[in-house]
């Protein structure tokens, strides 16, 4: 059984910065992606980056280039997003999710499984 707990989520002021963590268990995630979605209220949900397990391939939505990192610990099972220059804009419930298909997607319908998720709020 697949599981994502989500961390890390907050209240943080325009500019400062969070680090979401995402720890996957259930199985051997060697070939999979990992995602981080977002969803603001009265929005649908929308892909803020993800990266390949093995060999670390990353892509990012337009809207975070520059300011967020996605990284993982191997040895941890972990990914993380490191949120960096926070605008209210970021407001949002986020998401980590795990899709077990050979490329690094960004539609949510691709991703198999998926965290719980935590509140993250940026005030102006």
């Known amino acids: 059984q697949v599981q994502l707990v989500e961390s890390g989520g907050g209240l943080v002021q325009a500019g400062g910065s969070l680090r979401l963590s995402c720890a996957a268990s259930g199985r051997t995630f060697s070939n999979w992606s990992m995602g981080w979605f977002r969803q603001a209220p009265g929005k649908e949900r929308e892909f803020v980056a993800a990266i390949k397990w093995s060999g670390g391939r990353t892509t990012y939505a337009d809207s975070v280039k520059g300011r967020f990192t996605i990284s993982r610990d191997n040895a941890k099972n972990t990914v993380y997003l490191q949120m960096d220059s926070l605008k209210p804009e970021d407001t949002a419930v986020y998401y980590c999710?795990?899709?077990?298909?050979?490329?690094?997607?960004?539609?949510?319908?691709?991703?198999?499984?998926w965290g719980q998720g935590t509140q993250v709020t940026v005030s102006s």
């Open positions: 999710a795990a899709d077990r298909s050979v490329g690094v997607a960004q539609g949510p319908t691709a991703y198999d499984y």
